[in-house]
């Protein structure tokens, strides 16, 4: 039933909640913010949203950092906001899915507290413990540095947050693993306890009405159990130290067995809440198609209903909408991967704004609503972070005092950390943007919120709010915006991305056509290599208006980035 695939070609709105609204004044957002926007996100044509972790946490990474995973911190509400939201949330008709830390805990989780406290407590091997080795004075630098008692890290695996990815216990006197901060010490997933207590904690959620999990960090749940050193690659890394291959920390074949027992898990356990299945959404950031359609389970289709794999757009760098790039890669995730439904993000909260990544300073409305064209026709179901609908930008600290993120931090001034892409959402032109009423939010919120903000852009016909709304409610509508084939036409045109897709039974082809170039376009849509013939074009949402009422397939003039 369509109940049961409800998250095929949903829209999924993140959700960053320390960012999004503040209901009581404090500076930080909370759930009860979150309640009070459901109006707005209802109207939107959001299917669900993704709440980033609001567990109980000394919120060193901002939540991902877990110290507790079957209650919410109090900084965000009580449990029984969240069920109050999960139960109003229904009433809109969006289902809430949460964000779960699988890789790691908080060092301040009594699950850490207590494995730490010697080699022999019954959680002694829930985390990753190791015996160090003898100071090698050739060692590199941040090796050395990680040395305790004589003794360095056992080998050279290093953080993705900088620096040796282990710490010294002096109780234990030995080593932990940590892939990100050293307080996220990993957990030990070949222990079945560890298992039995993280999917304890999803049906926990789920009996509370939960419709699905976004799987943080999930290819690194698995290290080797050797130890043995990755390769060292040439150059360093963003914090200096040198580049390694994670071979033997990243995406190790052991994940699939855990994925496929979760997915099992999720997928039996007696329904609660909303009609249809759970949803399982992994940040898995693939390189290629090959891996991506491991995640789904390959033929068999028993893991992640949704890994996303951001191929488009990456931290930080600037982008170009390369038109054959696009289209090899739009190719690839609607048909290369098993028939599985492919997920499509622009934004989240790791990564500069699209807005920013691939804005030029003069077509940037354009560039913004071509992206948001191509997010929303594609049948990818859709991921999008909270404030890219309003075309938002990234403000990035200019003042190493003013940075929060811990990478900012120890990065400074390589890298500036990810603050940028966090700052509150810009609701109206009053104090704090509507976002707070504390005299300081926790993060400032950008000054062009007086103009940019959702008040303004809901009173604009132009708006990229009215955009993003037009086309959520026309894919909504519009069968062959969701289901069927794609064809990419006029493929020798290297600045406009075209393609038809054909719906199954008969409903009515759409074709979708963006200028992706700073220049005037003429373009021809051959519609016949779709196979579609002795159609006349009528137009359904255009943001260029001498095409409202374009009929023509040839001879087509799309304005630099104009979408039809
Ligand atoms: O991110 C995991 C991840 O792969 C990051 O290394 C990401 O590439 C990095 O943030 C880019 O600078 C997840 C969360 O999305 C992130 O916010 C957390 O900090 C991280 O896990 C640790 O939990």
């Given at each position: ?44 044509g ?42 109003e ?42 015996d ?49 901060y ?7 997933w ?129 982008a ?6 696009l ?86 001034p ?18 704090d ?7 300081k ?23 990229l ?23 990419f ?27 992706l ?16 013939t ?17 009929d ?13």
């Open positions: 039933t369509h109940d049961e695939t409800w998250w095929k070609h949903a829209v999924v709105y993140e959700i960053y909640p320390r960012s999004f609204q503040d209901s009581n004044g404090d500076g930080l957002g909370d759930l009860n913010g979150i309640t009070q926007r459901l109006d707005y996100l209802e109207k939107l959001v299917d669900a949203i993704w709440i980033a972790p609001m567990f109980p946490s000394p919120q060193v990474d901002f939540g991902y950092d877990v110290s507790d995973y079957e209650a919410v911190d109090p900084q965000y509400g009580t449990l029984a906001d969240m069920d109050r939201l999960i139960q949330a229904k009433k809109h008709n969006i289902r809430i899915c949460l964000d779960w830390v699988v890789n790691h805990t908080s060092d301040k989780h009594k699950w850490f507290e207590e494995s730490a406290s010697s080699r022999t407590n019954p959680k002694a091997d829930w985390y990753m413990w190791s160090g080795k003898p100071l090698d004075p050739n060692a590199p630098e941040y090796m050395k540095k990680a040395a305790h008692d004589g003794m360095m890290p056992p080998n050279n695996w290093e953080s993705g947050f900088g620096g040796s990815a282990w710490e010294w216990v002096p109780a234990r006197k030995q080593f932990y693993y940590h892939m990100f050293k307080q996220q010490p990993d957990l030990n070949r222990n079945p306890a560890v298992e039995k207590a993280m999917f304890d904690g999803m049906r926990f959620w789920m009996d509370r009405g939960v419709a699905g999990f976004r799987l943080d960090a999930v290819p690194t749940l698995f290290e080797d159990p050797q130890n043995r050193d990755n390769p060292v690659l040439e150059g360093t890394n963003s914090q200096g130290d040198p580049r390694l291959k994670g071979i033997y920390t990243d995406n190790l074949p052991e994940v699939h067995g855990v994925i496929r027992r979760m997915r099992a898990m999720v997928e039996t356990y007696p329904k609660t809440g909303f009609p249809g299945s759970r949803v399982l959404i992994g940040e898995t950031y693939l390189p290629n198609t090959v891996e991506l359609d491991k995640w789904y389970g390959g033929q068999d289709q028993n893991e992640l209903q949704l890994p996303m794999d951001m191929l488009i757009g990456f931290r930080g760098d600037r170009k909408l390369d038109v054959p790039y289209r090899r890669y739009l190719t690839e995730v609607e048909t290369e991967v098993h028939g599985s439904q492919p997920l499509l993000v622009f934004d989240n909260h790791d990564n500069v704004r699209s807005h920013d990544r691939y804005g030029d300073g003069v077509h940037d409305a354009a560039i913004d609503r071509a992206i948001a064209t191509m997010l929303l026709t594609s049948k990818a179901t859709a991921l999008m972070y909270y404030g890219e609908e309003l075309g938002m930008p990234t403000t990035t600290p200019t003042r190493v005092e003013d940075v929060k993120d811990p990478i900012g931090i120890t990065g400074w390589r890298e500036k950390g990810r603050d940028g892409e966090r700052t509150p959402m810009q609701w109206d032109a009053s104090t943007a509507g976002f707070s009423t504390a005299a939010t926790w993060l400032p919120v950008p000054p062009n919120y007086t103009t940019l903000n959702v008040a303004n852009e809901e009173k604009d016909p132009t708006s709010l009215n955009w993003y709304k037009r086309l959520i409610a026309l894919r909504r509508n519009t069968p062959a915006l969701h289901d069927g084939g794609v064809v036409v006029d493929t020798s045109n290297t600045n406009v991305l075209s393609y038809v897709r054909t719906p199954p039974g008969g409903a009515k082809p759409v074709v979708v056509s963006m200028n170039s700073a220049q005037p376009q003429t373009v021809k849509l051959d519609m016949a290599a779709a196979g579609v002795g159609t006349k074009l009528k137009t359904l949402i255009t943001d260029v208006p001498s095409l409202e009422k374009n023509r397939t040839s001879d087509i003039q799309l304005p630099p980035y104009g979408s039809l």
